[in-house]
Nanobody, 122 residues
Framework: VQLQASGGGLAQTGGSLRLSCAFS????????MGWFRQAPGKEREFVAG??????SYADSVKGRFTMSRDNAKKATYLQMNSLRPEDTAVYYC??????????????????WGQGTLVTVSS
């Protein structure tokens, strides 16, 4: 499995960006997907996750970010609205073959993309 994240860039406070993650190598619909981020000097943290049963968001992005997936295109997306300077980070997509009833919000994903940088200016 290979993951390729894209769509990062510079946005102003209150602006929007849409991240994409292209999946290759296996049957995409069999994998749960997640988005994480890592700000400078901080640990990587969960942002959003989606499996065949549920979608989950970190409290800090709930109501502003929306995760989706397109099984036909083998891709997952993260629509980020109402961006804040504290959203500045490298964003990573991740995949796991483990399809639990609940969304995995920890680092227990099997595959990781290379990251895409999101910078939000004040």
């Amino acid at each position: 499995v290979q993951l390729q994240a894209s769509g990062g860039g510079l946005a102003q406070t209150g602006g929007s960006l849409r991240l994409s993650c292209a999946f290759s190598g296996r049957t995409f619909s069999n994998y749960a997907m997640g988005w994480f981020r890592q700000a400078p000097g901080k640990e990587r943290e969960f942002v959003a996750g989606m499996n065949n049963y549920a979608t989950s968001y970190a409290d800090s992005v709930k109501g502003r970010f929306t995760m989706s997936r397109d099984n036909a295109k083998k891709a997952t997306y993260l629509q980020m609205n109402s961006l804040r300077p504290e959203d500045t980070a490298v964003y990573y997509c991740a995949a796991t073959w483990e399809m639990r009833v609940t969304v995995i919000t920890t680092m227990e994903y099997d595959y990781w993309g290379q990251g895409t940088l999101v910078t939000v200016s004040s």
